[in-house]
T-cell receptor, first 111, second 116 residues
Framework: QKEVEQNSGPLSVPEGAIASLNCTYSDRGSQSFFWYRQYSGKSPELIMFIYSNGDKEDGRFTAQLNKASQYVSLLIRDSQPSDSATYLCAVLFQGAQKLVFGQGTRLTINP | ETGVTQTPRHLVMGMTNKKSLKCEQHLGHNAMYWYKQSAKKPLELMFVYSLEERVENNSVPSRFSPECPNSSHLFLHLHTLQPEDSALYLC???????????????FGPGTRLTVL
């Protein structure tokens, strides 16, 4: 089983719609979860982090966490072409004290 | 200069060459990281330095040799690499490295390495 698993995509969403990105993880003890955005040819940049079960909203972005299901997601409302990028889910694994990344989901917003 | 910088941005080397990648952070952070990013694969953590001491060596082959002379600089020395080592090498830094605490990692622009 992969430690952090994401659908690699590509995921295509029309402009203005909601983009939904999903991630599952294997370490049940993990407490910290992050979403990074990586534009083509660029380095990853942090856009959201979440520690508690439930939803966390920041502008057009909402992170959702369900520790019982070991599942974290990112919703992007009112999707814009500038949101087209690869989104990386990262989980801070407690025992190993390291940030483990998923392979990323490539998102394309179609005008 | 601000943030995390890396040089060179692109590097092409033969299998017998020796080269070094350089990373510098201007954020006053105490932890620095080397990651490898290959196509279609997750970011792979290679090394972690906290307060200039190596705290993580993630089963990386010895042909990769890190060096952290101070908290602002991190090097990755390369020798006798293989074509499968071709990848984007990313440096990152965070305020601290500690279990159970959130520390945002700031990434540099990366070095695109091609091994012929």
């Amino acid at each position: 089983q992969k430690e952090v698993e994401q659908n690699s995509g590509p995921l295509s969403v029309p402009e203005g719609a909601i983009a939904s990105l999903n991630c599952t993880y294997s370490d049940r003890g993990s407490q910290s979860f992050f979403w990074y955005r990586q534009y083509s040819g660029k380095s990853p940049e942090l856009i959201m982090f979440i520690y508690s079960n439930g939803d966390k909203e920041d502008g057009r972005f909402t992170a959702q966490l369900n520790k019982a299901s070991q599942y974290v997601s990112l919703l992007i409302r009112d999707s814009q072409p500038s949101d087209s990028a690869t989104y990386l889910c990262a989980v801070l694994f407690q025992g190993a004290q390291k940030l483990v990344f998923g392979q990323g989901t490539r998102l394309t917003i179609n005008p | 200069e601000t943030g995390v910088t890396q040089t060179p941005r692109h590097l092409v080397m033969g299998m017998t060459n020796k080269k070094s990648l350089k990373c510098e952070q201007h954020l006053g952070h105490n932890a620095m990281y080397w990651y490898k990013q290959s196509a279609k694969k997750p970011l792979e953590l290679m090394f972690v330095y906290s307060l200039e001491e190596r705290v993580e060596n993630n089963s990386v082959p010895s042909r990769f040799s890190p060096e952290c002379p101070n908290s602002s600089h991190l090097f990755l020395h390369l020798h006798t690499l293989q074509p499968e080592d071709s990848a984007l090498y990313l440096c990152a830094s965070s305020q601290d490295w500690a279990s159970g605490t959130y520390n945002e990692q700031f990434f540099g622009p990366g070095t695109r390495l091609t091994v012929l």
